[in-house]
């Protein structure tokens, strides 16, 4: 299993960024999907997950209505739509996937089985 993450940049703060992740060695139309990211010195945090079955969609707290994350199973891509940026959102983000996902764990990292490599996003202030 391959979960390429793609988008990262150097963007100021307002700006908007799209992060792709490619998969492959997956069914993918069958897997949860997740965002996360981690910011130097600091533990990997949850940003939005998006369910294979219903497409239920999460965020955490700081990136609702700013965020979004989507799918195209036809391009095994899960996209995560960023705008109104900020400097607290820099990080390195990663997508991670997990055949089914426990709804009261979809915010645990390690309920997901594959990771991928990390994109870092850069916000100036």
């Known amino acids: 299993v391959q979960l390429q993450a793609s988008g990262g940049g150097l963007v100021q703060a307002g700006a908007s960024l799209r992060l792709s992740c490619a998969a492959s060695?997956?069914?993918?139309?069958?897997?949860?999907m997740g965002w996360f990211r981690q910011a130097p010195g600091k533990e990997r945090e949850f940003v939005a997950a998006?369910?294979?079955?219903?497409?239920?969609?999460y965020y955490t707290d700081s990136v609702k209505g700013r965020f979004t994350i989507s799918r195209d199973n036809a391009k095994n891509t899960v996209y995560l739509e960023m705008n109104s940026l900020k400097p607290e959102d820099t990080a390195v983000y990663y997508c991670?996937?997990?055949?089914?996902?426990?709804?009261?764990?979809?915010?645990?990292?390690?309920?997901?089985?594959?990771w991928g490599q990390g994109t870092l996003v850069t916000v100036s202030s």
């Open positions: 998006r369910r294979w079955s219903g497409g239920h969609t």
């Open positions: 060695g997956l069914t993918f139309s069958r897997n949860d």
């Open positions: 991670a996937a997990t055949p089914r996902v426990i709804l009261s764990r979809v915010r645990v990292p390690s309920s997901y089985d594959y």
